[in-house]
Structures are given as C-alpha cells and as structure tokens.
C-alpha cells in the first residue's frame, strides 16, 4: 500500500460545480441512462402481479428479474471494451437500440416465456447504458468529483426507483401493462438524442483487453443455477443448486488470480483486503434490496392494496435510499465512517419490521401500511447512507491499472447481488409455499423470505464494522485527498 498526503490546496468538491456548465451537461447525459434502466426495473416489478394474472407464469416470476439482471451482468463486463472501441456516442447507440428492442418484445409478450426473453435482451441493453454511466465518470469527471457524481448516480437512480413503481402501478391499475413497456420505446429515442448532441466526440480506440468469457460463463452458471433451483420445492435440489453457485463464485475467484483478462480489479478477491470488504459490503447491501421484487405481490394479495397504491408503498424503500444519500454525500471523515457502519443497522431493523407486518394479512388498514413504508424506508436508508462513499472507496481502492475496469467491477457487482438476491429470494418463498394455494401459505412465504434477509443484514453489520475499523486506521477521507489506494 502507498502513502499519499493529502493535498489541502486542491478545492473541495461543490455540487453546483457538477451541475453547471460542461459538467453539468455530461452529468444529464450520464444520468439519463441510469435513469431509464432504473425506471425500466421498477416499472416491470411493479406490474408483474397484473402481468401473471394475464399471461400466467407465477412458477416463473423471480426469473423476470434474475434473467434481466443477469443479462445486465454479461453487458457490463463487455461495456468497458465498447465504450473504448466505438466511442461515447456509438457507444450508447447500441445500448440504447438493444434495450428498445427488448422493450418492445415485452410490450408485445403472448406467455411468459417471450416475456422472459424481452426482459433479457431489455437487460443486455439496460446494462450497457448503466455501465457506461461509472466508466463515464473517470474519462469526464475530475477525481476530486467523484464523490459527487456517484452520490449524482446513486441518487438519481433512487429517484427512478421512486418513479418506476408509480408508473407501473398506473399502468396495471388501468389494465394496459403492454403500455408499461411501450412507452419506453420513445423515451429511449429521446435519450439517444439527447447523447448524440450532449456526450463529448472521442476518436474511438483500440482495445488490447480481452473479454474474460470464463468468468462470464460462471457467473452466468451461478445465476441459472439458483433460479432454476428456486422454481422447484424440493429442499435437495435448492441446497444443490446454492452449493454449485458458490463453486462457481469460488472457482471464479481462482480465475480472477491467474488469468489475463478479468473482470474485476486485483485484490477483489484477497480475502481482507481494503477493496474485498468495499466490494462485498456493497454486494451485502444492495443484495437486501432484491427482496423488494415481492412487495407488490404481497400487498395486493395480502394487504389488499390496489397496484398503483402497491407501487407506491413499495416505491417508499427508494424515498428513504434518495434521502439519506443527500444527507450523507456532504459527510467526510469520522462521520462518513459512522454513516457506513450505521447503515446495516437500519436495514435490519427494516426487515424485521417486514417480517412482522408484512404477513398479517388480516389486516388492511391505514396504520399498517404506514408501518410497512416506514419498514422499506428504513431498508432504502441503510443502503442510501452507505452508497455513495463505499462506490468512491471502491475505485480508490483499484489499482492505477486496473482503472478501465473499476467502473465497470461497480456495475457488475451491482448488479450480480440483486440477482443473486432475487434468485435466492426466489428460492426461499417457493420452499415456504408462495405456490400454494391460500393467503395463510403466501404470507408464510413473506415472513421467511424478509427474515433470511434479516440474516443477511446481520452479516453485513459485521462486514461494515471491520472496514469501519480499517478507515479508523487509515484516517482517509476520499473528498480530501488522502490515500485510499492498494496495489
């Protein structure tokens, strides 16, 4: 590990110096693409209750967020490579078109399985343009602007969040969920516009990267695996398809050591080191999130909520994750250190709020509405807090090599935790009789599935604690200079 000191002639980063001219013009550009990924999500989860009553698929109904999340996986690892050979503008072009023409095949969707393939190519092409937002950031931003524009992001991408729900409650409440992804379609026109006229002209380059297939094809693995896992009851085969996903994830890591093309920057699997615990606190926290795909269901099945009321109330774990992430962008030093430590902490206390009121189906009334959006408040919270400056530390933490794959290592991880949450969610209420018939089974489902997550924030709680520990040591702050650099 180097030493750096921390150079107290360099300005601090302002907000309006992100926002306003170039920077302010990049910023809505690179924004956007995060924005319509985000809300695309949230939209689909939001309308999926109406979606199977229409088309049938329940078995199936993690798969649409596993399979577009995975998806998004693949694209990202790639998306580095892209944004290097064609250039900014083509670049997002492509992106763009691809994520059209899933949109449009979902709009189009006759039975789950097309629906299923829409939502894949929709996640090929969401991946790029989300990707593309972090690596945009080192080639655009200085470094002292970083914090910001992650805090920009992340905080954008929790407005979509807020967003995504009620418009796909609006859609499902009027019966015309095809719309839903329709209209995606000329928004997605509009954005590609908007990046031709706004992102800078770079002459594309040659890239000498390789794209790390294996790696790929294990994380792929890993993914079906579960899912395929989750769609059966048996208890043998759920614990199969965990044990062959943590081979692949361990076999990945063996890889990611040796080989010349990888996915993720040095020391992402070094049990311990400062970008280890970034990185799988990251993954522990976004991980909890994944459990917000069944809200919907749940409170249309068994709190009685209409879909746009249902979008709405699960939208309530984005207010609290765009709030706290305004709050804490400003904080530095000891306090950015306690907001990181303090995060898992609330997000446990979420669940165990959902795993008491979410199964009491019995009961419809106002008061218990209000205590499951406080519950998902407190979820989005805890991630809120955190997000920001754990996304910072992440890319000070890469090696100076490493760089063109730091972007996207954030990205992919990202996204591989909420689908790997959503098929060991997936798993988790099948086993405890989200299939079966009655209220009484699916609320059993509900108490278990936020209760597993529960655990989940528990172990993140002590993840959190020890890198807390670490920066106590280190006394870094990444708005101030100071060293946050490994090689």
Same mark, same amino acid.
């Given at each position: 590990?180097?030493?750096?000191?921390?150079?107290?002639?360099? /300005?601090?980063?302002?907000?309006?110096?992100?926002?306003?001219?170039?920077?302010?013009?990049?910023?809505?550009?690179?924004?956007?693409?995060?924005?319509?990924?985000?809300?695309?999500?949230?939209?689909?989860?939001?309308?999926?209750?109406?979606?199977?009553?229409?088309?049938?698929?329940?078995?199936?109904?993690?798969?649409?967020?596993?399979?577009?999340?995975?998806?998004?996986?693949?694209?990202?690892?790639?998306?580095?490579?892209?944004?290097?050979?064609?250039?900014?503008?083509?670049?997002?072009?492509?992106?763009?078109?691809?994520?059209?023409?899933?949109?449009?095949?979902?709009?189009?969707?006759?039975?789950?399985?097309?629906?299923?393939?829409?939502?894949?190519?929709?996640?090929?092409?969401?991946?790029?343009?989300?990707?593309?937002?972090?690596?945009?950031?080192?080639?655009?931003?200085?470094?002292?602007?970083?914090?910001?524009?992650?805090?920009?992001?992340?905080?954008?991408?929790?407005?979509?969040?807020?967003?995504?729900?009620?418009?796909?409650?609006?859609?499902?409440?009027?019966?015309?969920?095809?719309?839903?992804?329709?209209?995606?379609?000329?928004?997605?026109?509009?954005?590609?516009?908007?990046?031709?006229?706004?992102?800078?002209?770079?002459?594309?380059?040659?890239?000498?990267?390789?794209? /790390?297939?294996?790696?790929?094809?294990?994380?792929?693995?890993?993914?079906?695996?579960?899912?395929?896992?989750?769609?059966?009851?048996?208890?043998?085969?759920?614990?199969?398809?965990?044990?062959?996903?943590?081979?692949?994830?361990?076999?990945?890591?063996?890889?990611?050591?040796?080989?010349?093309?990888?996915?993720? /920057?040095?020391?992402?699997?070094?049990?311990?080191?400062?970008?280890?615990?970034?990185?799988?606190?990251?993954?522990?926290?976004?991980?909890?999130?994944?459990?917000?795909?069944?809200?919907?269901?749940?409170?249309?099945?068994?709190?009685?909520?209409? /879909?746009?009321?249902?979008?709405?109330?699960?939208?309530?774990?984005?207010?609290?994750?765009?709030?706290?992430?305004?709050?804490?962008?400003?904080?530095?030093?000891?306090?950015?250190?306690?907001?990181?430590?303090?995060?898992?902490?609330?997000?446990?206390?979420?669940?165990?709020?959902?795993?008491?009121?979410?199964?009491?189906?019995?009961?419809?009334?106002?008061?218990?509405?209000?205590?499951?959006?406080?519950?998902?408040?407190?979820?989005?919270?805890?991630?809120?807090?955190?997000?920001?400056?754990?996304?910072?530390?992440?890319?000070?933490?890469?090696?100076?090599?490493?760089?063109?794959?730091?972007?996207?290592?954030?990205?992919?991880?990202?996204?591989?935790?909420?689908?790997?949450?959503?098929?060991?969610?997936?798993?988790?209420?099948?086993?405890?009789?989200?299939?079966?018939?009655?209220?009484?089974?699916?609320?059993?489902?509900?108490?278990?599935?936020?209760?597993?997550?529960?655990?989940?924030?528990?172990?993140?709680?002590?993840?959190?604690?020890?890198?807390?520990?670490?920066?106590?040591?280190?006394?870094?702050?990444?708005?101030?200079?100071?060293?946050?650099?490994?090689?």
């Amino acid at each position: 590990m180097t030493d750096q000191s921390a150079d107290t002639s360099t /300005p601090r980063a302002s907000w309006s110096e992100l926002l306003s001219g170039r920077n302010g013009v990049l910023s809505l550009a690179l924004t956007g693409g995060m924005c319509l990924h985000a809300i695309n999500t949230y939209i689909s989860t939001t309308m999926l209750p109406s979606i199977v009553a229409d088309i049938g698929g329940q078995h199936l109904y993690a798969w649409n967020t596993t399979l577009f999340m995975l998806a998004a996986i693949l694209s990202a690892a790639v998306s580095g490579k892209l944004l290097s050979q064609a250039g900014p503008k083509k670049a997002y072009a492509i992106g763009g078109i691809i994520f059209l023409l899933g949109s449009l095949m979902a709009a189009a969707a006759p039975d789950m399985t097309v629906m299923l393939v829409g939502r894949t190519v929709q996640g090929a092409g969401g991946g790029l343009l989300f990707s593309f937002c972090y690596g945009m950031i080192m080639l655009v931003f200085e470094e002292r602007l970083w914090p910001r524009a992650m805090a920009l992001l992340s905080g954008v991408y929790g407005v979509a969040l807020l967003i995504g729900p009620a418009i796909g409650g609006i859609f499902a409440e009027l019966l015309t969920w095809r719309l839903g992804f329709a209209i995606l379609a000329p928004v997605t026109l509009l954005y590609l516009l908007l990046t031709s006229l706004m992102l800078p002209t770079k002459q594309a380059q040659e890239s000498t990267a390789s794209v /790390p297939l294996p790696q790929l094809l294990l994380l792929g693995v890993a993914v079906l695996v579960l899912s395929l896992a989750g769609t059966r009851p048996e208890l043998t085969l759920n614990l199969a398809g965990i044990a062959i996903a943590v081979a692949c994830v361990c076999l990945l890591a063996k890889l990611e050591a040796c080989s010349a093309a990888r996915l993720f /920057p040095r020391g992402t699997f070094q049990l311990g080191s400062p970008l280890s615990l970034t990185l799988l606190l990251l993954a522990l926290l976004i991980f909890c999130v994944a459990s917000e795909i069944y809200i919907p269901f749940y409170l249309q099945g068994l709190h009685g909520q209409t /879909p746009l009321l249902a979008g709405y109330v699960a939208a309530m774990m984005s207010v609290g994750w765009v709030v706290s992430e305004i709050v804490s962008a400003r904080f530095s030093g000891a306090a950015m250190r306690r907001t990181v430590r303090f995060g898992p902490y609330m997000i446990l206390f979420g669940m165990l709020g959902l795993v008491l009121t979410i199964p009491a189906f019995a009961s419809t009334d106002t008061f218990m509405i209000t205590l499951i959006s406080l519950a998902l408040i407190a979820v989005g919270a805890g991630v809120g807090i955190g997000w920001p400056h754990l996304s910072t530390f992440a890319l000070k933490f890469s090696p100076p090599e490493d760089a063109d794959i730091a972007g996207s290592a954030l990205s992919t991880v990202q996204q591989f935790a909420i689908a790997f949450g959503a098929a060991l969610a997936g798993i988790v209420v099948n086993l405890a009789g989200f299939n079966e018939p009655g209220q009484t089974a699916v609320a059993t489902s509900a108490y278990w599935l936020y209760l597993c997550f529960a655990g989940v924030a528990v172990f993140a709680i002590f993840i959190a604690a020890r890198f807390s520990r670490f920066l106590s040591g280190r006394d870094s702050d990444p708005e101030t200079g100071s060293d946050l650099q490994t090689t």
